[in-house]
Nanobody
């Protein structure tokens, strides 16, 4: 069974950095599109960033552009989300997601059919 396992969340002060990792298990994801979403208490899940594994092409939400970077390491079969200049409004549970054979970069959560359990990121002011 395919699983996504996130790690790297935690508590950080505003202006600090964290790096999230997403390690798929059960198969390699070199033909997949990978994404990060987040959900704050009382809010809907929102798109953060996506990467097409085969090409490395990326897309970001405007709210994180210039501060967050999504990347993948094929040797480690891992996707990363480097988060810099963190703000209190970045506080949320962050989820890794995957979908096979993307023809474009997708931003909608319902386009992804494999999800991780989430990792909490808390940014204090």
């Amino acid at each position: 069974q395919v699983q996504l396992v996130e790690s790297g969340g935690g508590l950080v002060q505003a202006g600090g950095s964290l790096r999230l990792s997403c390690a798929p298990s059960g198969r390699t994801f070199t033909s997949y599109g990978m994404a990060w979403f987040r959900q704050a208490p009382g809010k809907e899940r929102e798109f953060v960033a996506t990467i097409r594994w085969s090409s490395g092409s990326t897309d970001y939400a405007d709210s994180v552009k210039g501060r967050f970077t999504i990347s993948r390491d094929s040797a480690k079969n891992t996707v990363y989300l480097q988060m810099n200049s963190l703000k209190p409004e970045d506080t949320a549970v962050y989820y890794c997601a995957a979908r096979p054979n993307p023809t474009i970069l997708f931003r909608r959560a319902n386009e992804y059919n494999i999800w991780g359990q989430g990792t909490q990121v808390t940014v204090s002011s």
